[in-house]
């Protein structure tokens, strides 16, 4: 009789946890190495503690340039679709809100419970507080077998899951990043890494002293007069930076930029929903308004209090200033930079504030189940690949595919 193939998973996130069930489901025996006292941490945390699970409007378009061509055989093997049929299966009931699945419980401890659970039933082995330190080859009759050393023990294993992390999140979460050390050691090309899914930074003194200024814009993302990403939705502006979805969806692609020492503006529209005729117009209203008003009257129902401050802030003119003195030219002035605020980047915000790592182990290195071409029975999941994407659920899918795919591939005898 042939014995259970031996497999150790190396972290206990969502792509480790989903691995682990993959596997075990298919009568694998199964460790899973977690180096905090307790798995999920990082799970438990996202979607501000609701996890978005998914998004009906999954896209290998919306992951990073180096991912797309592969990312949609993935999601073809493991969608969005076997992502709802996974935790169906869990007993985890999803709601749809606008296309963005959540547990219907609004809690990610749910999630990370169900995945914890369904573990236990398959008689997964959990070990706590061990550091994976090193992956030995002890291949024998071309018969794949590793020697796992970890800061306390040595495990023998048939196959090997990497689903340690990247380096986004806080420490507590265990995202050091120690990873990408043990896949140099066996041999894989690790991309640079950079934060992403972060706030952006700027030393601009022209910002509101207030904190926490919102408003809907378009934000556009230049080197020179290049645009190289553009976005709307609700943008965040605080006295050290910009943040919001908008920007935090384009902050792989600055930091990236940055990180070569090319200069990025970001460039703000607060009124993209008028083209240039429509805000011609606008403005020929607000210079007709009746009334001897002063300037911080005049903009007050034009937009954001705050914001109105920062524009004349730049243009070095007092919000007491009546505007019949400032002139119609002036004026116009004001009001058209509201459509190309100006703010140069001059960081992004550390790991401890990303939601993802941008960069990684190379796609090249893997096969389309995952698993290392130069090192057969060593799978690399989730964070740890080169492989980003957008808000909105992305990312986890990323997990549960790529954790799926590699922990049924490890299974098969």
């Known amino acids: 009789m042939t014995s259970a193939r031996r497999i150790l998973v190396a972290g206990g996130g969502a792509a480790g946890l989903c691995a682990a069930i993959a596997a075990a489901r298919e009568g694998a025996q199964v460790t899973i190495i977690e180096k905090t006292d307790s798995c999920g941490k990082k799970l438990s945390m996202t979607g501000n503690g609701r996890c978005n699970l998914s998004n009906f409007e999954m896209s290998a378009d919306a992951f990073n340039e180096d991912s797309k061509g592969r990312m949609k055989k993935w999601l073809g093997r493991f ?30 401890t749910s999630v990370v419970n169900v995945l914890v659970k369904e573990c236990e039933r398959l008689g997964v082995t959990f070990v706590y507080n061990e550091q994976l330190k090193k992956i030995i080859p002890t291949s024998s009759d071309n018969t794949p077998c590793f020697k796992v050393m970890t800061s306390k023990n040595e495990y023998e294993a048939d196959r090997v899951i990497l689903a340690t992390g990247g380096l986004a999140g806080p420490k507590s979460c265990g995202a050091t990043g120690d990873g990408y050390y043990i896949c140099e050691q066996l041999g894989m090309k690790v991309k640079d890494t950079y934060p992403s899914l972060v706030p952006l930074l700027s030393e601009d003194e022209t910002l509101p002293e207030k904190s926490g200024v919102r408003a809907y814009a378009t934000v556009s993302f230049m080197i020179g007069d290049g645009v190289f990403a553009s976005e709307y939705g609700e943008v965040q502006i605080t006295s050290n930076g910009i943040s919001g979805i908008p920007v935090m969806q384009a902050s792989g692609l600055v930091a990236q930029h940055l990180s070569k020492n090319r200069p990025v ?149």
């Open 79 to 108: 969608g969005v679709q076997q992502t709802v049929e996974f935790f169906t299966s869990l007993g985890l009931i999803i709601d749809n809100e606008d296309g963005y699945l959540y547990p219907i419980t609004g809690q990610a």
């Open 265 to 413: 503006t970001a460039t703000i529209n607060f009124f993209p929903y008028y083209d240039n005729d429509q805000f011609e117009q606008l403005i020929d209203k607000m210079l007709n308004l009746p009334g001897d008003r002063r300037l911080e009257d005049l903009l007050s129902g034009f937009c954001n209090s705050n914001i109105n401050e920062m524009i004349l802030r730049r243009m070095k003119l007092s919000g007491s200033m009546k505007a019949k003195n400032v002139g119609a030219n002036m004026l116009k002035c004001i009001l058209n930079t509201y459509r190309d605020v100006r703010i140069e980047i001059s960081g992004v915000s550390d790991y401890k504030k990303a939601q993802v790592t941008r960069g990684g182990i190379s796609l090249g290195d893997l096969s389309d189940e995952l698993m290392y071409n130069k090192m057969p029975g060593v799978y690399v999941v989730g964070e740890l690949c080169d492989v980003d994407g957008r808000c909105g659920g992305y990312n986890l899918q990323w997990a549960w595919s790529s954790g799926y795919i590699a922990g049924e591939a490890a299974s098969c005898l």
